[in-house]
């Protein structure tokens, strides 16, 4: 289902006994004038086979999920970047929805910290793929409570144009042995050290590693 750059606000959904019980994909991509009420909806009437979600460059919080019975156990591919109104306890809302499926998370652009996740149980076991592109207010104990959460098959992170040095990995037994693609381009705050700590957790699959405009 592709609503993408609509005007669709979801809350005149509410009490709707629609159910897409096949649904597989829901793109709501540059839908502005959604509410966090409309995505409750959407998401209340969604199936157990769901596997895309796409919700970039929406007004969502995420909030109005913290405590929902909603389950996206199968959920592959979850699109958040450019949400600028995410806040970090919409982001633990969405992750608590999430199975062990998630595949792809894409957090670009958001004003994400990572903070709260600290102490999580949300285990994302097979998740291939983190994108922090720009996440300026990502923390460095955030980085650790998001690589925590991650499984032994991450293969590509980027964290291009954050604000982490990496200095709060030095000791962390977090090991990231299957990582190919590691984008740290324009990291200004990165340092040797930090930088150390990242390499050691890397296994020898890394194939890039793009360290460009840092100092």
């Known amino acids: 289902l592709d609503l993408s750059e609509t005007n669709v606000a979801g809350d005149s959904l509410y009490g709707s006994t629609v159910q897409l019980e096949k649904l597989e994909a829901l793109n709501l991509f540059y839908c502005m004038q959604l509410t966090n009420t409309g995505l409750c909806v959407f998401l209340s009437m969604c199936g157990p086979k769901l596997k895309y979600l796409d919700l970039s460059a929406t007004n969502v919080s995420g909030d109005s999920l913290v405590g929902s019975t909603v389950q996206l156990e199968n959920l592959e591919t979850l699109i958040l970047s450019s949400c600028d109104n995410l806040t970090n306890s919409g982001l633990c809302a969405f992750l608590s929805m999430c199975g062990p499926k998630l595949i792809r998370l894409d957090l670009s652009y958001t004003n994400v910290s990572g903070d709260s996740l600290y102490g999580s149980t949300v ?12 996440c300026t207010q990502l923390t460095n104990s955030g980085l650790c409570a998001f690589l925590s959460m991650c499984g032994p098959k991450l293969n590509y992170l980027s964290l291009k144009s954050t604000n982490v040095s990496g200095d709060s990995l030095v000791g962390s037994t977090v090991q990231l042995e299957k990582l190919e693609t590691l984008i740290l381009f324009y990291c200004k705050q ?17 194939r890039c590693l793009d360290l460009s405009e840092t100092k």
């Open 123 to 134: 285990q994302l076991e097979k998740l291939e793929a983190l994108i922090l592109n720009r």
């Open 190 to 206: 990165l340092t040797d050290s930090g930088l150390c700590a990242l390499l050691s957790m890397c296994g020898p699959k890394l």
